[in-house]
Each structure stands twice: as C-alpha cells, then as structure tokens.
C-alpha cells in the first residue's frame, strides 16, 4: 500500500488512500457578474438571475447565481483538486441545497470532508466514496461521488 | 380562486392551482457532442466528457454528458415550460441522480409531478412544491422548487 502522499502527487488518491473522515480543501472562484448571466441566458434564464433591477422585487431581493451554476463551479472547483481522486470524479447522485442565494463577488471555496468508503463487492479495485462539500462562504452540498 | 387554465394561459399557476399528483411535460432537447464538450471544458474538464477515444478506456465506455449539464438542461426544460409557476422556479435543493449515462444524440424530455404543496405559514402567498422530475430517456432527478 502507497501511502496517500506519493499516490496524491502522482495524480490523484486510490480507495486505498481514502478514509472516513478525510478533509480537503479545494481552490477559490470568484463570482463574476457576466459568467452570471452568460450561464443564465443558456440554463435558468430567469430575471433574478439575469438582470438585477429586475432581481431586487423578487425572493432574492438583488441578482442571484442559478444554483446549477453554483453546483457546475463547485465540481469545477472538486475536479481542480478540491477532491483529488485517481481516476476522476463520477456522481452516482446527492443531495443539494442552496441555504443562501450566491452573489457577484462571492468567493467560492469547497471544503469537503469523506464520510463513506464502500469498496465494490465485484470489482474490488472500485468503490463509491459518500462525501460532503460545503462552499465555506455562503451555499452547501453534498455529494456521492 | 381562477382556473387553472386561466392562470397559466396568464403566465404561469399560482399555488392555489398546483395539487398532488399534477403532472407536468416538457420541451424536448437533443444532447449535442460540441455543447457537451464546451460545458466540460468550463465546468468538469474529465477525459470522458471531453473525449471519445479518451472516453472509452473509462467507467463510461465513451463520451458521457457531465451530470451538471444534464441537471441545467433539466432547468431550461422546467423554464421552458415544464414547471410552469408563476413567479419562477426558486430551487431551495433536492435530491439528484444519474442513473445511466447521457449521451450525444440522446434526446431529454422532463416528466413532473407534484408530490407536496406546502404553504408558507407567514405568507400565506407563499409555499414551498414539492416535485419529481425525470427525464424519460435515460436520466432521473427530482427537487424542490
């Protein structure tokens, strides 16, 4: 067994490098006001995601990110490093919430912590690792990935 | 209290029109092999949603959507259309799941229903739906929106 440090700057973590209770951090994304909407337009094209005069008489009282594209940015920010696993990132599936709307200026940064390790019962060079991600500045996910 | 008819013939139902077990179907959208690639490289630069050849040698077996992009292309279908509500679809999170992989030429056609009408006890012109949301090609999710 490799320990997690050699595996890591050689590419990436094994599942035999993970383990239950695991911290990341990944890098940082600053919200920038015409990514905003550029990605509204395409997605969520919605007025409070696209045009702040419109945005202040709604729920979110000013211009919000679509939640889509704040879920994007933090698999970004996981593919990047946030979450540096040999092989890559595959979603089975989550949860997702948006406690609080993200804003331009905001800066994005994931923490994420492992909370599973299941290795495959057929395939045991696979496994499916259940992790929470959580933006430490103003929205929250999870993720099983 | 308007028809229902009424109300989304005007721009969409009010919470007084949304009932358990209404359904909802989208518009239909054809998966695009640049599109899916333009999105990898912004969001989830992996080798098997950026690259065939590099694609096959993975879990997928060849080129596979970004799950995030098929769950924003759900979004513009619910916009769309699909989730017709008067005033917007604000997500506060939900449950998401990629049971198989999308592909390109794959079409994504949404099927909702409401599962829970919640009103807001403070403002009673408010609430919270619950819906169920699938793709009836070859993807599911659900939210609450």
Known sequence: MTTPDKHQANGGLYLEDLYVGQRFTSGAHAVDEAQIKTFASQFDPQPFHL????????????????????AAITMRLLVDGGAPIAGGIVGAGGEVSWRKPTR???????ESEVLKVTPSRSRPDR????????????????CRC
Chains 1, 2 share one sequence.
């Open 51 to 70: 045009d702040d005069a419109a945005a202040r008489s709604t729920l979110f009282a000013g211009l919000a990110v679509s939640g889509w594209r704040t």
């Open 127 to 142: 496994g499916m690792v259940t992790c929470a991600a959580r933006h430490s500045i103003n929205a929250a996910r999870s």
């Open 104 to 110: 331009p200026g905001d800066i994005l940064q994931i």
